[in-house]
């Protein structure tokens, strides 16, 4: 395995944020950006965790990142179960009814740390109960711009591993 993925597909980090690149692949090429650090969002403040980086930028660092990834997500559930322990029993909404989600009149962007990388939504509202324009970021999407870099040089078969390294859905893909 590290024959075929150690050294080949690299990109430098720089290539991959002017692409707009976010998640494992750029952390994989040495750049220490997650938006559950940069950009604290509903309770990850709360949570120890690490947020691992490579620094070879290849097929094998892609590979590895979220391997160490995949730990970090352990460790941040052990403490959200000891959170839930320590509440009281019950149901979690308690007989609450849901609710509507009006955004108030104007344009907002939120964005979320997927495990592909940002997903983002920019929503233009008229203030009524649905957005009178919306548009999603996809990481998919976005980080399979630099899959033409990352196969610069290489072989065929080499295209297929960084495809699969990339680890894109095609739903969100084929927009």
């Known amino acids: 395995m590290l024959s075929r993925t150690k050294g080949i597909g690299y990109v430098p980090a720089e290539v991959l944020v002017s692409h707009g690149v976010t998640g494992p692949l750029l952390r994989a090429a040495g750049v220490k950006y997650d938006i559950r650090r940069v950009e604290p969002y509903s309770i990850y403040d709360r949570f120890d965790f690490e947020v691992p980086v490579q620094e070879e ?3 094998f660092a892609r ?4 391997v160490l990834e995949a730990r970090q997500s352990l460790k941040i559930l052990e403490q959200a179960f000891k959170g839930i322990e320590s509440t009281q029993p019950g149901d979690i909404l308690g ?5 509507i989600f009006r955004v108030p009149a104007g344009e907002a962007y939120a964005r979320i740390e997927h495990s ?7 929503i233009v509202s008229n203030k009524s109960d649905n957005p009178w324009r919306y548009r999603v970021r996809s990481p998919s999407y976005i980080n399979l711009n630099a899959l033409a ?3 610069k040089g290489g072989k065929v078969a080499d295209s297929i591993v960084a495809l699969g390294a990339i680890d894109i859905v095609l739903g ?4």
């Open 57 to 59: 930028g290849d097929l």
């Open 63 to 66: 590979f590895y990142q979220r």
């Open 95 to 99: 007989g609450k009814k849901g609710y």
């Open 116 to 122: 592909k990388g940002e997903l983002g939504y920019y």
């Open 149 to 151: 870099d990352m196969c």
């Open 172 to 175: 969100e893909v084929d927009r």
